[in-house]
């Protein structure tokens, strides 16, 4: 995950977990899977519970959408209120 998407989540209250895929063994197979599932550039890929939100465009558009990333999290129970 990039820094900037990690740190905009993390604001949040939020403790993300990150998977560095160059780190993985199967990090090539695991990249390969997130391009068929769509994510185009292939990381970030960000999923907010178990749902697939993209990359690093589509967060930060639903940060500037009024308040929709934090709905997410909420929805996930990444953060409370």
């Not at 589509?58 to 009024?66: A, K, V, W, Y």
């Not at 997410?72 to 209120?81: F, Q």
């Amino acid at each position: 995950m990039s820094h900037s998407i990690e740190t905009l989540i993390r604001s949040f209250g939020a403790n993300p977990t990150v998977y560095e895929l160059d780190e993985l063994a199967n990090g090539m197979e695991m990249e390969k899977a997130l391009v068929e599932l769509g994510c185009k550039p292939s990381v970030p890929a960000v999923f907010i519970g178990k749902e697939l939100v993209g990359g690093s465009n589509e967060i930060m558009s639903l940060n500037l959408r009024g308040n929709k990333l934090k709905q997410l999290l909420i929805r996930a129970n990444a953060i409370w209120v």
